[in-house]
């Protein structure tokens, strides 16, 4: 597999802050990956070490096979890049703006490069903002214009920290609809802690806590949880008969029982999948008088994953 | 969206990369605002309102005496033009990487394929040739053009022009010292209380001569001394503040990149 960023071992430190402890991460090409983490996890760190614009204090990594330390420029080459608080030179213009950034790229011709300022203007909704000096802008439009600045040059990897941050709900969505659009043609590296955002629009998802990534997986293998097969039914009626049918079976292996609007619950969690589509819900609904309201395999919801995770005793997926 | 064939990509690598297109920006900022007015009429009253008065208007009041003399005009335009222009280039430098610093572009910019050498170089080679333009090119052209008038005959371009040139080291000396000072600091006080402090130190240890005999041969000081035998074509006593002050400057912006490529963002 070609590895877009590739590190290991990387750590910083700030005095005896240690904001970053060895930390491993692969990310393939053409994929979208969030970066989760609570507050001061070393989200942003990691991404400012990836750019150069802070030194590593251990370990290293590259990206595009650059090596961060020593080849920063030829990696900002491939890279567009949107800050957590973006700051930007306010008297000019967002067409200004777009064309100072892309001649860091393009030396030429003119034309082509007005063309790719109005395209990426026009990407981000901000064509009929362009000519207006930045100061004014709404956190909306500041936002969409730092996508706008970092897909000027059609990166290879775009690595944005915090893009949906301060936004509105419409805000986030005209954000999260722009990266849809640019995953076909780049890789997307994005930290956040909207986490419906990340279950929205990730391939792959790892997570920092104090420093250390404790997990990385396909964003459906961490939704899928560690603890093997659930299933959960809403039930109506007396249960107690179907539960004891239920527990003799060798694949139930537990049932957890709950209350909802004045219903009872099951999660029901079994060993052998295959046996538990085939026989569940016919040996519950065998029971007369019992109806089956809600039935389904169970999706964890990413933000009880990252939870469990974060506040320690979760498997960890890697 | 489709990547455009048609674009051509910059070629600078290495230190260099973004030379170019931070200098368009930072040139910009000299010459396509109002600023760029704004110091031409500032430094033509500055640096051509005295000798004006002198050559143009003294006459008109005191009858009496003697016409003045282009000379007396070069001395007041030379003893002016130095230590103005000092004063002007610290109060302009101090912001020059600190603002940058303190809004958070600095670390957009270096966001981008821009050596840090290239961020430095761009502001130290715009505002330099802005201010040699606008201070030093523009004025000394126009008190050579009042001191002709006065004198009826075209001066000897040369020598005023060495002088001038004299100067311009000076300031170039002063705008070094000022952006190393930047790459340091995070806020303008210390940069300019730095600066401003250094200037009228060596100021005063340039008149203690006697006392303290070898420092102050070295200080730029005494780069503005020679400016006056080499308006007037003498041959200059020393070139020592020449060598020390061009060695110094360019010390101060190897300096200055060294520091500002070691800093975190």
């Not at chain 1, 996508?147 to 000027?152: D, E, G, I, S, T």
């Not at chain 2, 064939?5 to 000299?30: D, I, P």
């Not at chain 2, 303008?188 to 600066?195: E, F, M, T, Y």
Request: proline residues 5%.
């Amino acid at each position: 597999m070609e590895w877009v960023i590739d590190i290991q071992g990387l750590s910083k430190s700030y005095g005896r802050v240690k904001a970053l402890k060895s930390l491993d991460l692969r990310v393939p090409r053409n994929t979208i990956l969030g970066f989760l983490g609570p507050n001061g996890a070393g989200k942003t760190t990691t991404i400012k070490l990836l750019l150069g614009l802070i030194r590593p204090s251990g370990g290293g990594g590259t990206v595009f096979g650059h090596d961060i330390a020593r080849q920063s420029i030829e990696i900002r080459r491939r890279v567009g890049y949107l800050a957590q608080q973006p700051r930007y030179y306010e008297h000019m213009t967002a067409r200004e703006l777009l064309r100072f950034r892309a001649r860091f790229f393009y030396r030429g011709p003119q034309a082509a490069i007005e063309s790719r300022v109005a395209e990426t203007l026009e990407l981000v909704g901000l064509d009929d903002k362009a000519d207006r000096p930045i100061r004014g802008f709404s956190g909306g439009e500041l936002q969409r214009l730092g996508l706008a600045q970092a897909q000027v040059n059609y990166p290879d990897l775009l690595i944005l920290d915090e893009p949906a941050a301060n936004l509105d709900p419409m805000g986030r969505r005209d954000v999260l609809e722009v990266m849809e659009r640019l995953r076909q043609h780049t890789t997307i590296f994005y930290s956040t802690h909207i986490l419906d955002d990340v279950q929205r629009v990730s391939d792959t998802v790892a997570i920092l806590d104090h420093g250390e990534l404790v997990a990385q997986a396909p964003i459906e293998k961490l939704l899928a949880g560690s603890d093997g097969p659930v299933y959960t039914l809403v039930l109506q009626g007396d249960p107690s008969a179907a539960y004891s049918r239920l527990t003799s079976q060798p694949w139930v292996t537990g049932i957890q029982v709950g209350q909802k609007n004045g219903y009872v619950t099951w999660q029901v969690s079994v060993s052998d999948e295959e046996a538990a589509r085939a026989e569940l819900l016919r040996r519950v609904l065998a029971e007369r008088g019992l109806n089956v309201l809600e039935y389904g395999r169970k999706k964890h919801e990413l933000e009880e994953v990252f939870m469990q995770i974060v506040e320690g005793g979760a498997d960890v997926t890697r | 969206m489709s990547h455009d064939s048609a674009l051509l990509m910059v070629r600078e690598r290495g230190w260099s990369s973004g030379l170019r297109n931070m200098l368009r920006k930072e040139n910009g900022t000299w010459w396509r605002t109002k600023k760029c007015w704004v110091q031409i009429l500032v430094w033509l009253l500055i640096a051509n309102g005295i000798p004006a008065f002198i050559l143009w208007i003294i006459p008109l009041i005191d009858t009496g005496s003697p016409l003045p003399s282009g000379a007396d005009g070069l001395e007041a335009f030379l003893s002016i033009l130095g230590p103005a222009a000092t004063i002007g280039v610290l109060i302009l430098a101090q912001s020059i990487i600190v603002r940058e610093k303190q809004l958070g572009t600095a670390a957009w910019i270096l966001s981008n394929p821009v050596s840090r050498a290239a961020f430095v170089l761009s502001k130290l080679i715009a505002h330099a040739a802005g201010i040699l333009a606008i201070i030093f090119v523009l004025q000394g052209l126009v008190a050579y053009g009042q001191f002709s008038l006065r004198d009826g005959e075209l001066w000897p371009i040369l020598p005023l022009a060495a002088a001038i040139g004299l100067q311009a080291l000076h300031m170039l000396f002063w705008l070094a010292f000022s952006l190393m000072l930047g790459t340091f600091f995070r806020s303008r006080g210390p940069v300019l209380g730095i600066a401003f402090g250094a200037y009228f130190v060596q100021e005063i240890l340039g008149q203690l001569e006697g006392l303290v005999p070898v420092v102050p041969a070295y200080m730029p000081t005494k780069l503005l001394a020679l400016c006056m035998p080499a308006a007037l074509g003498r041959p200059l006593p020393t070139v020592l503040p020449i060598v020390s002050v061009a060695v110094s400057a360019v010390l101060f912006v190897l300096i200055a990149i060294w520091r500002f490529g070691r800093q975190e963002y």
